[in-house]
């Protein structure tokens, strides 16, 4: 399969985007120049897409979906989805800030928040916007890891709402490697990339206590998915 996104779906009216603060203008030059430079360097970018089959389906029946990825390899999925209006939860650390902005730029919908530090007001939030119709995507271990575990936020927003949690993971043959918790990873001009979904997978769970307990399940998802995209 080619590198190009998944069908796209009108961005249905969702609730506003809340705590978003006004950027100044020097954070716009960043989030521009930073929005050019991944487009440049993801435009050489070979990128293999396997086992979305589930994500399709669940658009193409019109569902909101949730989409769980790890946060050191948030940079080709911001790329590979882009202008689909995802709604993406971010940290308000200032680490965060210029991924959110580059999202933004991307044609992304951020939530600015974290299932850890605020988490009641941003879960809140998240479930709000896929009662509206509005994919949305969570880091699991974000936003201070560890890093590959599987924090349950996302998990009480799917039981809340229904909807279905996407895995999504990626493995490039070649990135550069930031020094931080989640070794956050950069793709090297023509690398090839391969993005592994995992299919469709509901929390069973009849309240938040009980949602939570099933994330062993759900890390055990992500890695079968990379575990894929390894092998592929």
């Known amino acids: 399969m080619s590198g190009h996104p998944p069908p796209w779906k009108p961005t249905p009216t969702a ?6 603060p006004a950027p100044s203008a020097k954070m716009r030059w960043i989030a521009r120049l930073g929005a050019l430079l991944v487009r440049t360097l993801a435009a050489t970018w ?19 979906i949730i989409i769980t990825l790890w ?9 590979q989805h882009r202008g689909e209006g995802v709604a993406i939860l971010i940290s308000e650390h200032r680490d965060g800030e210029i991924i959110a902005r580059i999202a933004t730029a991307l044609g992304h919908r951020t939530v600015r928040g974290s299932t850890t530090r605020g988490a009641g007001r941003a879960l809140l939030s998240m479930v709000r916007q896929v009662e509206s119709g509005q994919d949305i995507a969570v880091t699991p271990d974000g936003p201070r890891g560890p890093a590959k575990s599987f924090a349950p936020g996302a998990l009480i927003v799917a039981q809340r ?4 949690i996407i895995p999504a993971t990626v ?13 956050f990873m950069i793709p090297r001009p023509f690398t090839r990339i391969v993005i592994s979904y995992g299919a469709a997978a509901h929390v069973s769970a009849g309240d938040a206590r009980a949602a939570s307990s ?3 399940r759900f890390q055990q998802l992500m890695e079968d998915a990379e575990r894929a995209a390894a092998t592929a």
């Open 71 to 79: 946060h050191g390899q948030m940079l080709p999925l911001l790329y």
């Open 214 to 216: 099933e994330a062993p």
């Open 46 to 64: 070979r990128i293999r897409v396997i086992g979305d089959e589930g994500l399709r389906a669940e658009r193409e029946a019109g569902r909101a």
């Open 161 to 164: 709402t229904g909807a279905a």
């Open 171 to 183: 493995v490039a043959r070649s990135a550069w490697r930031l020094g931080s918790w989640d070794r």
């Open 15 to 20: 609730p506003p985007v809340v705590d978003e």
